[in-house]
């Protein structure tokens, strides 16, 4: 069963249904959403590690990740940027692309750091566990989701079937 299923849209057209980069955007952008108004129970405070001090920035946390008011922004950021993308399967793969080169260079920061990303939000090692699957599920959606070439086969028979008619029509006459 493929998440991309053909119908017809009120003029006639072949719609294609919601490609896998789509379904990802989907789901993810709105669990990030909620993973940052939640986080905001957890720990509210926009704390910084402002003046260098490595222990300036601590989280509260949030199941098991550590979360401040800025790592919880950042999710909500990221949840709506995801959302932008369930509008078409071409901004779809482009948001993946930019969601996930995010997410992979905070992985990297974070494993390197390992205490906060650019002393703005605090991270532990749940953290960069999420972050790293994130960052490469979304690469590899965007990298296998297939609607440009389905769409090119799609339009590809559909001009090939308009050609076809078009002699078939004058042919008669």
């Known amino acids: 069963m493929t998440t991309e299923t053909a119908r017809d849209d009120d003029s006639g057209r072949r719609q294609e249904g919601r490609s896998l980069a ?3 955007c ?5 669990t990030l959403i909620l993973v940052g108004l939640l986080g905001f129970l957890a720990e509210s405070r926009f704390d910084t590690a402002a ?3 490595p222990g300036a920035l601590d989280g509260h946390d949030f199941i098991i990740f550590e979360v401040n008011g800025w790592h919880n922004v950042v ?4 949840g709506l940027l995801l959302l932008l993308g369930v509008a078409r399967h ?21 494993l390197i750091d390992g205490k906060d990303v650019f002393g703005l939000f605090p991270i532990d090692r749940a953290d960069n566990v ?9 690469l590899l959606v965007a990298s296998v989701s297939t609607r440009d070439r389905a769409d090119a086969r799609v339009r590809s028979t559909g001009d090939r079937r308009r050609a076809s008619a078009v002699r078939a029509e004058s042919s008669v006459r």
């Open 90 to 110: 071409a901004l779809a793969k482009t948001v993946l692309i930019v969601f996930g080169v995010a997410y992979a260079a905070v992985s990297v920061i974070g």
């Open 75 to 78: 999710h909500i950021a990221t």
């Open 22 to 24: 789509q379904w990802f």
């Open 130 to 138: 999420l972050h790293i699957v994130l960052a490469a599920l979304a």
């Open 26 to 30: 989907l789901l993810v952008g709105p």
């Open 51 to 53: 003046g260098g001090d």
